[in-house]
């Protein structure tokens, strides 16, 4: 199947800086891609759908301004966390789709701790 | 709003025994239904998928049942194996968007 491959897989950084987040498709083209987010012990919260040329478009409640989702390619989208904080440390998973009746193929994840 | 939801967060079944996950979801416009296999600090793994045109979905040792009228999905695994012992997630998206809406999870342990 399809790959999706995101980097780096695990990030500690310190408060108030930012941390960008990579997400490839590998053999395929995505237009679109997501960015999801892993509370402990909770589902996969769709956070953005990242637009291939175009702005994100973004999940009610997600603020735009901190998680900046750039699209620059047909292979690449990345998230930046913008000024961490503690509470922002989670678990960031991203995916991609070859359509909207297929599967959709999710990165490796990045556990992301704030200190 | 939980459109898909997983009412059982956690479900333990003997080796060799049949697993019932169940889903529900709200939303009367999803058309497609996917579940997942998720290990911990890793991204989900496909497993199985339905559309729905369809009622049934047969791949090895893993089945889907999708009701409509219902609005429930149910992901069947037999006979169950303790490899099988993850967090599964359902999940489901509306015709001609690429947007998959995750349930909230259920931790299966298939014990010996």
């Known amino acids: 199947g399809a790959v999706v491959s995101q980097h780096p897989s695990w990030v500690i950084c310190k408060s108030g800086t930012s941390v960008k987040i990579e997400c490839r498709s590998l053999d395929f083209q995505a237009t679109t891609m997501f960015w999801y987010r892993q509370f402990p012990k909770q589902s996969l919260m769709l956070m953005a759908t990242?637009?291939?040329?175009?702005?994100?478009?973004?999940e009610q409640g997600v603020e735009k301004d901190k998680f900046l989702i750039n699209h620059a390619s047909l292979t690449l989208s990345t998230l930046t966390v913008t000024s961490a904080h503690p509470e922002d440390s989670s678990f960031y998973i991203c995916s991609a789709r070859d359509g909207w009746d297929t599967e959709a193929f999710f990165g490796q994840g990045t556990r992301l701790t704030v200190v | 709003d939980q459109q898909v939801k997983q009412n059982s967060p956690s479900l333990s079944v003997q080796e060799g025994r049949i697993s019932i996950l169940n889903c529900d979801y709200t939303?009367?416009?999803?058309?497609?239904f996917l579940w997942y296999k998720k290990y911990p600090a890793e991204g989900p793994t496909f497993l199985i998928s339905i559309s729905s045109i369809k009622d049934k979905n047969e791949d090895g040792r893993f089945t889907v049942f999708l009701n409509k009228s219902a609005k429930h999905l149910s992901l069947h695994i037999v006979p169950s194996q303790p490899g099988d012992s993850a967090v599964y997630f359902c999940?489901?998206?509306?015709?001609?968007?690429?947007?998959?809406?995750f349930g909230t999870g259920t931790r299966l342990q298939v014990f010996p």
């Open positions: 939303n009367s416009m999803f058309d497609y």
């Open positions: 999940a489901a998206s509306e015709r001609n968007t690429d947007k998959l809406i």
């Open positions: 990242s637009n291939e040329g175009s702005k994100a478009t973004y």
